[in-house]
């Protein structure tokens, strides 16, 4: 079973000061995305 549940990706950006800044991004896809992200929730800090 290899099925694609969410949309993932980093965003990289550099400042004036040369800081790296990472957001990451996540869109779940149907249930099975939101079910996946909710289960993991309790470990993103």
Same mark, same amino acid.
């Given at each position: 079973?290899?099925?694609?549940?969410?949309?993932?990706? @980093?965003?990289?950006?550099?400042?004036?000061?040369?800081? *790296?800044?990472?957001?990451?991004?996540?869109?779940?896809?149907? @249930?099975?995305?939101?079910?996946?992200?909710?289960?993991? *929730?309790?470990?993103?800090?």
């Amino acid at each position: 079973m290899n099925e694609i549940v969410c949309e993932s990706w @980093l965003d990289f950006k550099i400042d004036e000061n040369n800081l *790296l800044k990472q957001t990451p991004a996540f869109r779940p896809i149907e @249930l099975l995305g939101r079910f996946y992200w909710y289960s993991v *929730l309790r470990f993103m800090d």
